[in-house]
């Protein structure tokens, strides 16, 4: 299986600060998305960073991929509590068939 | 900005009903896919769709699922008789490249 392993489970941190999250992966792939999921909602795409892409930013979201370890971050700078859901990792390898991890909860504290 | 949208919102079914969860990509879009996700577990693929026809299904996807795309928008999930493992929030996605976008999702409430 290629899927994706977030880590940590949950992470909490205050309202500014920086949250970093991480994902591990099996096999090879084409590229490495990142969604945001609220509380009983849908998955919200944020970045897509390909495998021959090491760094990648959108806004406050940073993600790098480090593909001769088979992993990905994904950092919010200066957090708000609206950053706060769960955020999955999710792998293709080139069959256009998403394969996600557990997904790391979020919690920006005011 | 254009999403994709899925109806009804929430599903309540007895054992062994037939329930079509609906579904409309985004318009330019050429590929389609269900995953569903189980409270608290993974979102897992379910099956994808493209040309009219399945381009891929995972091991979930047995006999009592079928997809369709009945006209030049929506795009349809059946479950034939469903179970109470059924139970699950579904998702719709389409691409037209690489980025998946995914609609609001279906729970899916199997008594």
Redesign the interface.
């Known amino acids: 299986s290629q899927?994706g392993e977030e880590d940590p489970q949950a992470l909490s941190i205050q309202e500014g600060e920086n949250a970093t999250m991480n994902c591990s992966y099996k096999t090879s792939i084409?590229?490495l998305?990142w969604?945001r999921q609220n509380s009983?909602?849908?998955?919200?795409?944020l970045i897509?960073i390909?495998s021959n892409e090491r760094e990648k930013h959108s806004g406050r979201l940073r993600v790098t991929l480090d593909t001769s370890k088979k992993s990905s971050s994904l950092l919010i700078t200066a957090s708000r509590a609206a950053d706060t859901a769960s955020y999955?990792c999710?792998t293709?390898k080139n069959?256009?068939?998403?394969?996600?991890?557990?997904?790391t909860t979020v919690t920006v504290r005011a | 900005e254009p999403e994709v949208t899925q109806t009804p919102s929430h599903q309540v079914t007895q054992m062994g009903q037939e329930v079509i969860l609906r579904c409309v990509p985004i318009s330019n879009h050429l590929?389609f896919?269900w995953?569903r996700q189980i409270l608290g577990?993974?979102?897992?693929?379910l099956v994808?769709f493209y040309n009219n026809e399945i381009?891929?299904k995972s091991e979930i996807f047995d006999d009592q699922f079928s997809v369709e795309r009945p006209d030049g928008s929506n795009f349809t999930l059946k479950i034939r008789s469903t179970k109470l493992e059924d139970s699950a929030?579904y998702?719709c996605?389409s691409?037209v490249a690489?980025?998946?976008?995914?609609?609001?999702?279906t729970?899916l409430t199997v008594t």
């Open positions: 899927q084409n590229n998305q969604y009983g909602r849908g998955l919200v795409h897509l390909r999955f999710a293709d069959d256009y068939k998403l394969s996600f991890g557990a997904g | 590929y896919y995953y577990q993974k979102v897992e693929f994808s381009s891929e929030m998702f996605a691409t690489e980025e998946q976008y995914f609609g609001p999702g729970r």
